[in-house]
């Protein structure tokens, strides 16, 4: 996924409202952007770190400027917008290159499903079963390993019962962790912050439901799937 235009670097004030942020830009001038993320973005937020942001032209918007990446207590570098995990396992399912999930002639995002929810995509192809794909980007790093969730996820528990119903009907379901965070190698439930969750994984595993973790690299310019790791289940 290609940023356009290419971020730009400025520094982090404070994050504050959930959604809002003040920076300051290189020359000096200090401003209020979006922050699209509205998890804890835990161990992803240091002030006075460097921060990368997106500047759109369009006038109906009250901020210019929406947070797209941040540098992490550790050094490194994460992306906090979390509709970006969907553009990026997006362009990779549409370049084959996953291959758990090659093969499939259409990819459809958004499609109804389960309790009065919208599956990230819906995989089909001849001869191939349906296959239902959740995408959830992970930011966490917590003792050496990347978490998730950052907070505790009703919505994320409820997607884990639909993955498992789908997988009880004898289609695939797969939960596929976008791991968005240049440090993090591995990845499994935060059974610290959510055990609720974490024991819901377990369950989805035993039932059928595929868990797979790609990381991707990261930079002002594009975000890039490159390479599986590793789910600690």
Known sequence: MIFTPNLQKARLVRRYKRFLADVILPDGQEITVHCPNTGSMKNCVVEGSDCWLLYSDNP???????????????????????????????????????PELAGYADVRPEVKYGEGS????????????ACFVEVK??????????????????????????????????????????????????????????????????????SGVEVIAYGASISPSEITITKKLKVNA
């Open 118 to 129: 919208r599956v990230d995509f819906l995989l089909s192809g001849d001869s191939l079963p």
């Open 137 to 206: 980007s992970v930011t966490l790093l917590d003792d050496g390993q990347g978490c998730f969730p950052d907070a505790v996820s009703t919505r994320g528990q409820k997607h884990l019962r639909e993955l498992m119903a789908v997988a009880a009907q004898g289609q695939r379901a797969v939960l596929l962790f976008c791991v968005l965070h240049s440090g993090i190698d591995s990845v499994s439930a935060a059974a610290h912050i959510d055990p609720v969750y974490a024991q819901l994984m377990s369950d989805a595993i035993a």
């Open 60 to 98: 109906k918007r009250k901020y210019a400027y929406t947070w797209q990446l941040a540098t992490t207590p550790t050094g490194h570098i994460a992306c906090v917008n979390t509709h970006v995990a969907n553009k990026v396992i997006g362009e990779a399912l549409a370049q084959g290159v996953i």
